[in-house]
């Protein structure tokens, strides 16, 4: 029986961090979270997590903090950006294709949607020096497996006949979200980059970066 993409992934991602020593336990968490990322956090940006919903940091009611496992989204968020947030950011507004110059990357900072409830944290948020806003949502493996039911807080993007994402225009957004969201995300009919961005393995929270900015 052939693996799956996700198992796949899983599997290289806790086999480099097994050949690297780190002690990997068979849920693929790693004991610490400083052992998942690019210089462990600064003061800054650990403080970003700590302030946030998503227990990223903190082992929590016997569950392990996310940013332990080998395939954490918020570890490749990291892995990505930090460099860039504390140094200049120049690099990422090119990479982007920004018009505007890079002010600034914050992490998990609190947007506001329209959807009601508790504003959702965004996982980067990129400022530019017009006052122009690029919100990142990072995805590792999340879009490999079909999801059996809806989160309750995700209900509001997707209101008939629009999401959220169709209702201002952004078709190739409201496409990607449904897919991932319904758990049948393919690179059918993507780009060459896009393609490969969707395919970094293994070690590819370590990798990303170079990735993103080549």
């Excluded at 929590?60 to 918020?74: C, E, F, N, Q």
């Excluded at 690029?134 to 809806?150: D, F, N």
């Amino acid at each position: 029986m052939s693996q799956s993409p996700l198992s796949g992934v899983e599997h290289a991602q806790q086999l480099w961090a097994a050949q690297a020593g780190l002690g990997v336990d068979d849920r693929g968490y790693l004991p610490d979270v400083s052992q998942n990322l690019f210089g462990g956090l600064s003061d800054e940006v650990r403080a970003a997590f700590e302030k946030a919903d998503g227990a990223e940091l903190t082992d929590r009611d016997g569950r392990p903090a996310k940013m332990r496992s080998v395939i954490s989204s918020s570890a490749l968020a990291v892995n990505v950006f930090q460099h860039w947030a504390l140094n200049d950011p120049a690099p990422v507004g090119r990479a982007l294709g920004l018009s505007a110059a890079v002010a600034k990357i914050e992490f998990e900072r609190r947007m506001p949607t329209g959807a009601g409830g508790t504003p959702p944290n965004l996982d980067v948020v990129i400022t530019t020096v017009d006052g122009g806003l690029v919100g990142i949502e990072s995805k590792s493996t999340e879009w490999m497996s079909r999801k059996t039911g809806q989160a309750a807080s995700m209900a509001p993007y997707f209101r008939k006949p629009e999401s959220f994402w169709g209702q201002a225009g952004l078709t190739a957004c409201d496409r990607l979200a449904q897919e991932i969201n319904g758990g049948t995300c393919s690179t059918s009919g993507m780009t060459q980059r896009e393609t490969q961005a969707r395919s970094i393995a293994p070690n590819w929270l370590n990798s990303a970066s170079e990735f993103v900015l080549t």
